[in-house]
Every structure is written in C-alpha cells, then in structure tokens.
C-alpha cells in the first residue's frame, strides 16, 4: 500500500514541514466532522444487529468513512497485490504504522471484517472511544495480565472467523529514517497458536503526508 508523495525531494526542508502542518490541521478538522455521521451509523449498527453480523457491517462503515476521508484529503492511495488476499480467509493482519493516514487505509485496503488491536487510551477519546470499545480489541501493554486477556480475545476473534490487525511495532514509528521499531512477539505467537496465516502489509509514505508526531 502506497500513499503518493505530494513534495518532490528538492523542496525545501521548512516549506515540506508547514504543508505537512498545514495539512495535519485541515485533515483533523474534516476528520472531527466525518466523525459525527459515522459514528451516528456505528451506533446503530451495534444497536439493532446481533454480535455476530455487527462486526462485518462495522467494517463495511468504517470502508465508507475511509474512503470520505480521502476523497477529501485528495489522496488516492495506490494498493498493490490485493490479489493475494482471500476476502473470505481469516488472517492475523500486520503492519507497520507511521501515521494517523495508516488506520482509514487498513479499513480501505482490506475487504477483510478485522479487529484491530489498539492502545487502551485511545478509549478516552470522545465518540471515537465508543467505537474503538465496540470495534476493537483493546490492551493495557503495561499490564501483563490485560496483554494475556487481550491474546485470548483476539484468539476467540479468529475463532469466530473475524480477522484481527496488530502493529507489531506495539506504537506509530515516529522515526524519520526509514527503518522499524523491535517488534513484539503477539502477532507471531497469535498466528502459530491459532494456525491462521500471517499476512503483511506495507505502508509507504503516509509519514510524509501527515507527521508522525
């Protein structure tokens, strides 16, 4: 998966940086409004649809949504391979992350129903907290035990034939050089003990787009 470069390599350092900015403070605006109608549609799906079909209409929303949200950030990402993903196989998706651009284009570039595993805070969050609560798959990764609870439901996910989404880098890269954090082991543990196949995906380019920090 591939975002397009909107800054050619001869442009200058602090001009990159304030489009950067400048687009980071518009796509947060648009983002707060896109949030109010998909969040609107998230409760409803969670309300009247039963445990079972309401995770694969969540991610039918979330598709939708993504897809607004870059027909308005004027971002066309470029998605390669898709062929070697079945829509109806359960896999243990992994990526690497380097932007807030990388959580709408995992919903996007996936026809996969997944639940993704996310950092506890995030729960905090207003209207955003109710969906990553019903959505997601959430973990304390200061508490050793909430980090066992959260193997076991991602576990009972694959179980049910929802694929689950893990970072293993464990948070967003904010390195400006192109190489990756140390992993951690729960993706590959999750895929060896449930016997679903691994599946990767690469992002290039969102940390161009929208800092990282």
Do not use: Q
């Not at 079972?52 to 209409?57: I, Y």
């Not at 949504?65 to 998605?79: G, K, M, N, Q, S």
């Not at 109806?88 to 996007?108: C, E, G, M, Q, W």
């Not at 609870?149 to 390195?175: A, D, H, Q, Y």
């Amino acid at each position: 998966m591939k975002f397009p470069g909107y800054v050619s390599g001869h442009t200058n350092h602090h001009l990159k940086s304030f489009l950067r900015t400048l687009f980071g403070v518009y796509a947060l605006v648009f983002f707060c409004i896109a949030l109010i109608p998909a969040f609107l549609s998230y409760v409803i799906v969670f309300s009247i649809l039963p445990d079972k079909k309401a995770p694969v209409a969540a991610h039918r929303v979330s598709r939708l949504w993504a897809a607004v949200l870059f027909l308005f950030y004027c971002i066309r990402p470029e998605i390669r391979n898709k062929h070697f993903i079945n829509p109806h196989t359960t896999y243990v998706f992994v990526s690497n992350h380097k932007s807030l651009l990388d959580i709408p284009l995992f919903a996007r570039a996936c026809r996969n129903t997944f639940r993704f595993l996310a950092k506890e805070e995030l729960t905090r969050i207003p209207l955003m907290g109710y969906v990553i609560k019903r959505l997601y798959i959430t973990v304390n990764r200061s508490d050793r035990k909430d980090r066992h609870r959260s193997m076991e439901i991602m576990n009972e996910s694959l179980k049910e034939g929802i694929s689950v989404f893990i970072c293993p880098e464990g948070t967003r890269n904010r390195n400006d050089e192109p190489m990756l954090l140390d992993f951690k082991d729960g993706a590959f543990r999750l895929a060896i003990h449930s016997g679903k196949l691994l599946a990767v995906f690469t992002v290039l380019n969102s940390g161009e787009l929208l800092s990282p920090v």
